[in-house]
C-alpha cells in the first residue's frame, strides 16, 4: 500500500478501530470527514469517536473550543450581547438625558431637524418637477 493516495471508505458499515499505520496516517494530513461517513461503530484517530477502553488523552485543544462542548464559546457569546446591550442602552440615556436636560441643545437640535426636513422637501419636489418636465419633452 505505499503509492496509494486516495483512500475512500465511507458508507460500507465498518465498525473497529481504524489502524494508526503510517499510510493511514498520512491520510490525516489532508483529512476529510466524508471519506468516514456512513460507517457509525469506526473509532480511533483521525476520528474524535474514542474507542471503548481507550483511556482518556489529552489532546492540543483547539483555539476557542473546550472540552466543555462549547460552554465557554455560549459563555463569551452572552458577555459580548450582555456589553453591547449595555453600552447601547449607556449611550442611548446619554443622548437622550442630554436632550431631555439642555434646553438650548434641544432647541438647536429641533431647529436643525426642521430646517433639514425643509431642504429635502424641496430637493423631492424640485426633482420630481425636472422629471415631468422631461417626461414631456
Given at each position: 500500500?505505499?503509492?496509494?493516495n486516495y483512500l ?48 482518556e488523552t489529552e ?21 459580548f450581547f450582555i ?55
Amino acid at each position: 500500500m505505499t503509492s496509494l493516495n486516495y483512500l475512500d471508505i465511507s458508507d460500507n458499515s465498518l465498525s473497529a478501530r481504524i489502524p494508526s499505520s503510517t499510510q493511514i496516517q498520512s491520510f490525516e494530513q489532508s483529512f476529510e470527514h466524508s471519506r468516514y461517513d456512513g460507517n457509525l461503530k469506526l473509532c480511533g484517530p483521525p476520528l474524535t469517536k474514542k474507542c471503548p477502553g481507550d483511556e482518556e488523552t489529552e489532546s492540543t485543544s483547539v483555539v476557542g473550543k473546550s472540552e466543555s462542548d462549547g460552554e465557554d464559546i455560549y459563555e463569551l457569546e452572552r458577555w459580548f450581547f450582555i456589553g453591547g446591550a449595555t453600552g447601547f442602552a449607556t449611550g442611548f440615556w446619554i443622548a437622550c438625558g442630554t436632550l431631555l436636560l439642555n434646553c438650548r441643545v434641544r432647541h438647536a437640535l429641533f431647529l436643525f431637524l426642521d430646517c433639514f426636513k425643509d431642504w429635502v422637501y424641496v430637493r423631492v419636489v424640485v426633482f420630481i418637477a425636472m422629471l415631468q418636465r422631461f417626461a414631456h419633452a
